[in-house]
């Protein structure tokens, strides 16, 4: 224990993170004027939180969504959501995809900063090299951490068979970060997990490993 230092991640056993955090309360969240958002950290919040760490950006004119043509029961879920607290939203399509925003002008981004929960702004992957577990989903009870990572699964994960027929659920992401905490946060909470480094950029987007 006397060689950790600050931003070390340390895993002491497989498990007991609901042995700690299962019953915690909600972990309450900052307000800003003329915008209706969660005041706490709830399960619902904490999954479309985690899917924009993976595939969302805040911007001036609110917070964007970027989903899989395909995954269409998401953008429903997504709008289902923020109508619930009166947050209007427009879709943008693109090949492949579509980009949902959900509206409130210049206060998303402010809400998102205000709470620690937003990304790095910037071009060719900035927002996506700087993505990392808020620290206030580190803090909450054990179904919302839960919720997180299966938002964030669902925008970065993938589910394949490896050579030998093994079932392998993978995530993807360039910020090692992001990679270090969703590696300590699955043992956490009794799942067996590891991570490497990918250097072979000829079939990705940018050159980040």
Not at 90 to 111: D, K, L, N
């Amino acid at each position: 224990m006397d060689e950790l230092r600050p931003d070390d991640y340390a895993v002491i056993r497989i498990g007991g993170h609901a042995e700690l955090l299962q019953n915690a309360a909600y972990v309450p969240l900052a307000s800003v004027s003329g915008l209706d958002a969660p005041k706490t950290l709830t399960e619902d919040f904490s999954e479309i939180l985690g899917f924009y760490v993976g595939n969302g950006y805040t911007k001036e004119s609110g917070l964007a969504l970027i989903v899989n043509d395909a995954d269409t029961d998401l953008g429903v879920k997504f709008k289902r959501y923020f109508t619930g607290i009166d947050v209007t939203s427009s879709t943008e399509h693109t090949p492949g995809c579509h980009q949902i925003t959900f509206h409130r002008r210049g206060r998303w981004a402010e809400w998102f900063e205000v709470n620690d929960l937003k990304k790095k702004a910037g071009g060719v992957g900035v927002g996506a090299a700087s993505a990392q577990i808020p620290l206030a989903v580190l803090r909450s009870r054990t179904s919302v951490l839960a919720a997180f990572l299966r938002g964030l699964f669902t925008a970065d994960g993938t589910v394949y068979r490896n050579g030998v027929g093994t079932a392998i659920v993978e995530l993807s992401t360039v910020s090692e970060k992001l990679a270090i905490q969703v590696h300590g946060t699955l043992e956490a909470l009794g799942m067996r997990a590891h991570h490497s480094v990918n250097y072979d950029r000829s079939t990705s987007f940018g050159d980040r490993p």
